[in-house]
């Protein structure tokens, strides 16, 4: 696409907007041109391929210096008449769009109107980011940092899973020993790197894979070394994910709970057996709700993923599914739109992801959310999903996980321990700027048994605070 703009801007983000929301149209020409400019009002009138239209707005520029490029993208979508629900927003963090537009001074009322006239984003959308900021204004602290460690083990590989990984049963499950053994020497060493410094751990998460595929000595040996050597005693939080119920029973739940887990997930993604069957994942339903009672019981905070699209299930499942989840008494409930990943077999399998009834879906979710008295309190949206779908954490007023909240804001550095887990430095550059420093541990066991001491020491140097 060849592009003539009036005004300076970046082509290329353009040309990924067009890519992204327009890639099933072949555009030749396209061109921006100012028609008016002042302290009022913008006016640019867009032309592409015979096609032209004229875009009048209010002129926010006084905050806001890139109103017209993405006037520009906006305007691709009213010359081809594309309606989405989420408009001409394309990142995977968009709260984090509204957070800079409150930090640059916008109220919410001012940025619900830029969503609406300027990003065409529908209301519910609006309503549904708006809502989800104002609650992770009441957690943000970057004065805080968090605590990430990888498990990267889980029974079996789920076919629609792009995360750090690996069977227990496979070649890699055979260096099981050997990286519980690194993982406790790389806690070890962190406690050593993080000696002196003044640091706040707020939040403390097991991911992975499946943490709870760890056998029970193991489990309670990685965390008990954890206590001693790394500062815990700001802890506000710690979660465990205890995904897989083919993963868990009453021992576990008892050291989790005698360690200071306080939340764990347990995550059916579906109550469909033979779904779940078909995508590689066991899933014992008698054997799950055991685990429930025994989590209720233990009093953990508890979530339940679900996934919306799985291969094979119709809307009819799905709504089957959403409706059981009523029997359960969840205080965070997480709705993941399927995605299909580079590293999953679904991908390899060449799956295309088809349409779904989404109004009937979001129906029932806000029937199961109202009951439950669950409210959405972060969300991000993912590539290569059912029109481009959210993913939505719902928790009942005060039961919010506020590592979920960071992570998705990149708001705190965080220290990654383990298989796949990503470290972060987070910095600010200015009051709308961030700095984000990673660095990633491998994610195969391994490679990260191989390579770990040689990593801590650019690890020492990522975190020089
Ligand atoms: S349980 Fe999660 S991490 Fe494990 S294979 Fe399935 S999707 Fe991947």
């Known amino acids: 696409m060849e592009i003539k703009l009036d005004f300076e801007s970046k082509e290329n983000t353009i040309l990924d907007f067009k890519k992204i929301l327009l890639g099933d149209i072949d555009i030749k020409k396209f061109s921006v041109k100012t028609l008016k400019e002042n302290e ?50 394309v990142g995977v963090r968009p709260t984090k769009l509204v957070r800079r537009f409150l930090i640059m001074g916008y109220s919410f009322e001012e940025i619900d109107e830029i969503l609406e006239k300027l990003y065409f984003v529908f209301k519910e959308k609006r309503e549904l980011l708006l809502e989800v900021v104002k609650t992770e204004n009441k957690y943000l602290n970057d004065k805080g940092i968090n605590m990430y460690v990888g498990i990267p083990y889980c029974p079996t590989r789920c076919k629609y899973c792009s995360f750090a990984s690996y069977e227990i049963n496979s070649k890699l499950g055979g260096f099981y020993n050997e990286f519980v053994e690194t993982l406790i020497e790389e806690i070890k060493l962190t406690g050593e790197m993080l000696k002196g410094k003044k640091y706040n751990i707020e939040s403390l998460y097991f991911g992975g894979g499946t943490p709870s595929i760890l056998k029970e000595n193991d489990l309670e040996k990685i965390i008990k070394t954890l206590y001693e050597n790394i500062d815990l005693s700001h802890l506000k939080e710690f979660t465990f994910e205890a995904g897989r119920e083919d993963t868990l029973n009453l021992k576990k739940l008892n050291i989790l709970k005698k ?25 014992n339903r008698k054997h799950f709700d055991e685990i429930y009672r025994e989590i209720k019981k233990l009093g953990f905070i508890i979530n339940m993923d679900f996934i919306i699209g799985l291969p094979g299930e119709t809307v009819e499942d799905i709504l089957r599914t959403l409706d059981q989840v009523k029997d359960y008494e969840i205080d965070n409930f997480t709705v993941h739109t399927l995605a299909v990943k580079k590293g999953s077999r679904l991908i390899k399998d060449n799956y295309k992801i088809g349409k779904i009834e989404n109004e009937k879906i979001e129906a029932k979710i806000k029937e199961i959310t109202t009951l439950k008295k669950l409210y959405p309190y972060y969300l991000y949206r993912q590539k290569n999903t059912h ?10 007023l005060g039961k919010e996980s506020i590592f979920n909240i960071e992570m998705i804001e990149e708001n705190q550095s965080t220290i990654g321990l383990g298989g796949g887990a990503i470290s972060k430095k987070v910095e600010k550059i200015d009051q709308t700027r961030l700095s984000i420093e990673r660095f990633i541990n491998p994610k195969d066991p391994y490679m990260y048994i191989c390579e770990m001491r040689e990593r801590m020491k650019q690890k020492n140097k990522l975190f020089e605070f």
Request: glycine share 8%.
């Open 387 to 396: 029109e481009w779908g959210e993913n939505i954490g719902y928790s009942i």
């Open 40 to 89: 009022e009002e913008i006016s640019l009138e867009i032309r592409a391929d015979g096609l032209k239209k004229i875009f009048n707005l209010k002129n926010y520029t006084n905050k806001m210096v890139d109103q017209k490029t993405v006037m520009a993208k906006a305007g691709l979508l009213l010359l081809f008449e594309k309606n989405y629900p989420w408009g001409a927003l």
């Open 259 to 283: 360690m200071g887990v306080d939340r764990v997930s347990l995550n059916p993604q579906s109550f469909n057996e033979e779904i779940l069957k078909d995508l590689n994942r066991n899933f």
